[in-house]
């Protein structure tokens, strides 16, 4: 028996465009580089993935999350699977997951846990793998369990990401953005949206590639935390995301001390930026007109996905 504990940050996506077409419009089928252009903040609230390993003439994966028996966690489950499957190999796997934001709520616990879940089974069974080819299996058991579109490609740079090209990691690419000093993320989360459901819809990449590409070239032309947070903000207004709550968490944030706010893709769930002296103010506020709301202020997490010990 042996076992290994790795980390990896949530990553929240503040706004995506679906890639699945080719150059001439027509359909990928390779799932390595169907994917999204997006951009959003890696927070270190995320998840840490305890992999026991043994032993077996048969595969068996048993997978718990904040101690309970998930069994829906099939992207996890899958990403592993495949490992094993590359290596030739069979072992009995348990994997316990502890995520410390909500789920199903634009915080890439999805791809979080799987990747983290991916690092400590690799290396708890000596399984030699390179850190973009664990961010490969991932983004393809996203994309085929319809759980993400690019959130491992950011998940493995970490910080302030802007997903520039599509696909999994060595295909697609990640810039990094600068954060501001002495700035905080305020999340308020009210309830999920399912990302396997919005996914699914015949006409999701028309409702949200038009604003999706707009919003990344007037953020490449002015890479600042002000425009960011204003162009995704107007992406979540133009794809019709954005409800009569996430509008008032918006404005709450804002005429509270936010530089700006915008919703979480997918979720009805808020993360705005604010500077450190101001951030208790903003909780207050927050949490006043929203008693139900669970809200919380984290720093940015630099460092990607990473080993924390055996």
């Known amino acids: 028996m042996r076992g290994s504990e790795a980390f990896c940050p949530a990553g929240i996506s503040s706004f995506f465009e679906v890639c699945n077409l080719d ?3 027509n359909p990928l089928t ?9 951009g959003g903040f890696a927070i270190p609230r995320g998840a840490i993935s305890r992999a026991i390993v043994r032993k077996s003439a048969e595969t068996k994966i048993k997978i718990k999350i904040n101690s309970k028996p998930a069994p829906e966690a099939q992207t996890t489950r ?10 030739g190999i069979t072992l009995e796997i348990a994997i316990d997951l502890k995520v410390a ?18 690092l400590a089974v690799s290396d708890a069974a000596g399984i030699p793998v390179t850190m973009n080819e664990l961010g490969r299996i991932t983004h393809v058991a996203e994309v085929v369990n319809r759980t993400g579109l690019g959130t491992a490609a950011a998940l493995l740079t970490g910080g302030f990401a802007l997903v520039t090209e599509p696909g999994a990691p060595g295909i697609g ?10 700035h905080s993320i305020i999340c308020a989360y009210t309830g999920p949206i399912s990302t396997r ?8 990449a028309e409702r949200l590639n038009a604003p999706a590409k707009r919003a990344m070239d007037a953020i490449r032309q002015n890479p600042g935390i002000s425009t960011f947070l204003a162009e995704t903000r107007q992406f979540g207004q133009e794809a019709g995301f954005e409800t009569q709550i996430v509008t008032s968490l918006i404005s709450t944030m804002i005429s509270s001390g936010a530089i700006g706010a915008t919703q979480n893709m997918i979720g009805e769930a808020v993360h705005g930026v604010a500077n ?5 103010r903003i909780i207050k506020s927050v949490k006043k007109a929203f008693p139900a709301a669970r809200v919380f202020a984290t720093p940015i997490d630099n460092q990607g996905v990473r080993l924390l010990g055996k």
């Open 101 to 118: 934001c909500p789920i199903g709520a634009g915080f890439g616990t999805s791809a979080a846990g799987t990747l983290a879940s991916c």
């Open 276 to 280: 450190n002296r101001k951030v208790a």
């Open 78 to 87: 899958s990403a592993i699977e495949q490992i094993l499957k590359t290596q």
């Open 197 to 204: 459901e919005t996914l699914g819809t015949v006409d999701v």
């Open 23 to 25: 150059s001439s419009g």
């Open 173 to 182: 690419f990640v810039d990094r953005l600068l954060f501001p000093k002495n």
């Open 30 to 38: 390779d799932p390595a580089r169907i994917g999204a252009r997006g």
